[in-house]
């Protein structure tokens, strides 16, 4: 473990997912996180999507990071996170078409999500390729634990289901058990997120 | 090199990778992503005439049901249906749901304003002319979570067994009233009414007055199947 604690890529990794959340620590990618936690399923798909286009930017950038002229780096990175989340998109709409209907605009705004714009200016700018991808994809599940967690809570409560399955059982409703349609809406994600950030800070506090 | 043309060359060469790329993607998938939206459309038919349940559907399953009940056809403007081949350009598209041998039902796309852009859906009415069978919405871009609920099931069931007709059998169109205002109105009127969505207001007074817009254009139609005298499917 301790070999481990002290190597970069885990610190890089362990900082991405914990101390340095992009949700819960640094508020960003607030927008697409209340717009998709409605369900289990989109959340899943948008965490993977993200995922996706925050590493393969990291890595496109940081393999190109000597040549990019500096005075239109931000441009050159934005074309290619527009480039890949356009990809993203496309595929989506090919192969998942239910789930990208639901989803909607919130793929196309992948672009303007900090994280992605964060991690390319900050850190691909900065490291070696293998590094700058290990760091996307921490970012990315970084970011999809937060989604997938929020979303989780969201369905069980909102609609008394997981991935689309009901889950709580008839007895429950028939004893008066009654979905939380607060959990739907968008207030409803506002709060599980700040309870999410409440819980993540109070822990690390304690360390 | 000097420093500006460096960059010059370099933005280039991005933009060609990048637009490489894209339109590989894009010419790639696009038969693909074609099939997808036909088939959604299809379905949204099917779903309308309450032939496949709510949710997913084998794409499959959705083509061999449509393409064994559901016949596409043009009406004229006198009410007749026709064959695609003979269609004029002012005639409207309609689906006839054909089963056993009967008509049982059809449908009409409904293309409405809405308060952010078009509404797209489908209005089933059943072979009487003047019941609604179904109605589903399969394209809109009103506010998630207000107007946003047209596309959600408890919305949508709620046109199920209205009528577009009075109790005099003329023709008033649907109406969306507004959230919990149903109740209050007078007994004989509900049946044109459906229960409206809060916070929504706007988003269904256009699509009330799209619907009766083209309800009203298709009223040659419903007045021949009231009346029991329906040439559709062409050629019966």
Redesign the interface.
């Known amino acids: 473990m301790g070999i481990l604690a002290k190597s970069q890529s885990y610190r890089a990794i362990s900082e991405a997912l914990w101390q340095n959340n992009p949700i819960s620590k640094q508020i960003l990618g607030i927008c697409s996180a209340l717009?998709v936690t409605v369900q289990l399923n989109t959340a899943i798909v948008m965490s993977l999507a993200l995922t996706f286009v925050v590493a393969f930017s990291n890595l496109t950038i940081s393999l190109l990071r000597h040549?990019?002229?500096r005075?239109?780096r931000i441009?050159?990175e934005v074309?290619?996170i527009?480039?890949l989340v356009?990809?993203a998109d496309?595929?989506l709409?090919?192969?998942m078409?239910?789930i990208s209907?639901q989803l909607s605009v919130f793929v196309g705004l992948i672009i303007t999500n900090c994280i992605v714009m964060g991690r390319a200016e900050t850190f691909a700018m900065g490291n070696t390729p293998w590094r700058s991808f290990v760091d996307g994809v921490a970012n990315g599940v970084g970011y999809g634990s937060i989604l997938i967690g929020v979303a989780f809570f969201r369905e069980l409560l909102g609609s008394g289901k997981l991935l689309?399955f009901a889950v709580i059982p008839e007895g429950f409703y028939e004893a008066g058990y009654q979905d939380m349609g607060l959990m739907?809406?968008?207030p409803g994600a506002f709060i599980m997120i700040g309870l999410f950030v409440w819980l993540e800070h109070t822990l690390l506090k304690e360390k | 090199m000097p420093?500006s043309m460096?960059?010059i060359l370099?933005?280039t060469i991005?933009?060609v990778v990048?637009s490489l790329?894209?339109t590989a993607?894009?010419t790639g998938?696009q038969i693909?992503?074609q099939i997808?939206?036909e088939?959604?459309r299809q379905k949204n038919i099917l779903l309308a005439l309450g032939v496949v349940e709510e949710?997913?559907v084998a794409v499959d399953r959705v083509q061999s049901l449509y393409n064994t009940y559901v016949q596409s056809l043009w009406v004229d403007s006198s009410g007749r249906c026709v064959d695609a081949g003979e269609r004029g350009p002012e005639d409207l598209p309609v689906y006839v749901y054909e089963r056993d041998d009967t008509v049982q039902a059809y449908v009409v796309p409904i293309d409405s304003r809405g308060l952010w852009g078009r509404i797209n859906g489908y209005l089933a009415l059943e072979n009487d002319g003047s019941t609604i069978r179904g109605f589903t919405v399969y394209q809109h871009q009103e506010t998630?979570?207000l107007g946003g609920e047209i596309e959600s099931r408890w919305f949508r069931q709620n046109f199920e067994g209205k009528k577009i007709v009075d109790a005099n059998g003329d023709f008033v169109s649907i109406q969306i009233a507004k959230a919990g205002m149903v109740d209050t109105l007078p007994a004989e009127r509900r049946i044109n009414y459906v229960d409206g969505i809060s916070g929504a207001t706007m988003t269904g007074k256009f699509l009330n007055e799209g619907m009766k817009e083209t309800l009203k254009r298709y009223e040659p139609v419903a007045i021949q199947f009231r009346r029991d005298e329906s040439t559709c499917p062409a050629g019966l």
Do not use: M
């Open positions: 717009a040549q990019i002229p005075n239109i441009i050159v074309s290619v527009a480039t356009i990809l496309e595929f709409r090919a192969f078409y239910d209907k689309g739907v809406l968008a | 420093k460096k960059s370099f933005a991005l933009c990048c790329l894209l993607a894009s998938l693909r992503q997808n939206v088939v959604d949710g997913r998630p979570g």
